[in-house]
Nanobody, 118 residues
Framework: QVQLVESGGGSVLAGGSLRLLCVVSGMDVWGLSMGWFRQAPGKAREGVAD???????TYGDSVKGRFTISKDSARNALYLQMNSLKPEDSGMYSCAARYSWEREFTLWGQGTQVTVSA
């Protein structure tokens, strides 16, 4: 059974940085396409960044140039490095994964809260 556990959220001032971690158990992280999503109160969930099995990365327009998604073999984990944070980056950040034959993300973590203050 694949499980995803996020950590690394917190409260920071605008302009600061955070690194989110999603530890994967039950499956090699390199065998999964993975992504980060976020949801602010009253808003729809949005995709932040994702990385496919063949290492292609995609970023949301609002985070391009500020966020970096990467996988870590040593920890079997997914990272999201977030720099130059803005108040509008605040929300619940969730890690997600899908197998190569799946078109949608079907595996989700519980989320970690990010709050950016002006």
């Amino acid at each position: 059974q694949v499980q995803l556990v996020e950590s690394g959220g917190g409260s920071v001032l605008a302009g600061g940085s955070l690194r989110l971690l999603c530890v994967v158990s039950g499956m090699d992280v390199w065998g999964l396409s993975m992504g980060w999503f976020r949801q602010a109160p009253g808003k729809a969930r949005e995709g932040v960044a994702d990385v496919t099995i063949d290492h292609k990365t995609t970023y949301g327009d609002s985070v391009k140039g500020r966020f970096t998604i990467s996988k870590d073999s040593a920890r079997n984990a997914l990272y999201l490095q977030m720099n130059s944070l803005k108040p509008e980056d605040s929300g619940m950040y969730s890690c997600a994964a899908r197998y190569s034959w799946e078109r949608e993300f079907t595996l989700w973590g519980q989320g970690t809260q990010v709050t950016v203050s002006a």
